[in-house]
C-alpha cells in the first residue's frame, strides 16, 4: 500500500522565497498608489500656499494701485479697478499742494533707525559672545531677563519716559528716540545674535587664540564674517521695528523730530480720509525698507535658517 501523498490545495498561491506571488505583483502598484498620493497631497498643500500667499499680498497690490488713482475713483463702492492712473497722490504726499515736505520726517526716521540699529549690534554681539560661545553661569536666567523687559506693554512705559524727558528737556529729539529704540531691539537682537553665534565651531576660535590673535582681531577677522547673514538679519529686524515705530514718536516729538510714521497720520484729517493720498503715502514710507530687505534677501535668509538647525 503506498503512502498518501498531499497535494497543495487549489487557490493558494506558490510563494517564491517564502513570498506569495500575489504580494509579489501587487508592490509595484502599492508604489504607485503612494506615490499618487504624495502628489495629490503635495498638489493640495501647494495649492493653499499659493492661495495664503495671494490673500498677504492682495491688500499691499491693493494699496499700490489705489495710489495711483484720483481721490473720486479711489473713494466709490465697488471700488474701481480699471480707472486712470495719475500721479496726484504721490504729488500731494511730496507736497505739491500743500508745500508740506516729507523730507524732513523721512530723514528723522532714517537717522534714529540706522544709529539705533548700529548701536544694537555694537551692544548685542559681545553680549551673545558671553552667552554663547564663553556662557556665563545660569546664562538661561539672564536670556530670560533680556527676555522680560519685553513683556512690558509699550504705553505702560510711556508716561515715566515722557516724565524723564520732559525733566532733562530731551522731548522733540533724535538722541531720545535712538535711545529709546536701541533699548526696545536690544534684547531679540541679543536672542537672535546668540544662536547665531552659538553655530560657530569654537575649535576654529580656539585656533586664533592659538596664532595669537587678540579678542578684537578674533572679533574682526572670524565672528563677523562668519556670522555675516545673522548680522544682516538681525540688523534688518531692528531696521524695520525702529522705522515702523509710532507710539513713542507720535508723543515724544513735536515739530522737529516728528518721524515718517507720525507724517503719515497727518494725511487722516478732520474734513475726511483721502484714500489715494494715504496710499500713496503708504507706499513712499514702505519704500525703504522694501528696498532694504530686497538687498539684503540672501543674507535674511541664510540668518534666518542659521540657527534653526542644530
Known sequence: MSAPTLDRPTGTPSTTRGRPRSLRASAPG??????????ARGGVLGLVAWIVGLAFFAPVAWMVLTSFHSETDAATNPPSLFAPLTLD???NFFGANSGASPWPPLINSASASVVSTLLVLCLALPAAYALSIR????????MFFFLSTKMLPMVAGLL??????SRIGALDSIGLLIVLYTSMNLPIAVWMMRSFLSEIPVEILEAA???????????RRVIIPISGPGLAATALICFIFSWNELLFASVLTSTKAFTAPVFLTSFVTSQGLFLAQVCAAAVAVSFPVLVAGFAAQDKLVQGLSLGAVK
Open 160 to 165: 515715566p519716559i515722557y516724565l524723564i524727558a
Open 89 to 91: 497722490g504721490y504729488a
Open 135 to 142: 556662557p556665563v553661569e545660569k546664562w538661561s536666567d539672564v
Open 209 to 219: 587664540a592659538l596664532d595669537g590673535a587678540s579678542l578684537l582681531s578674533i572679533f
Open 30 to 39: 502599492m508604489t504607485a498608489g503612494r506615490s499618487i498620493g504624495s502628489r
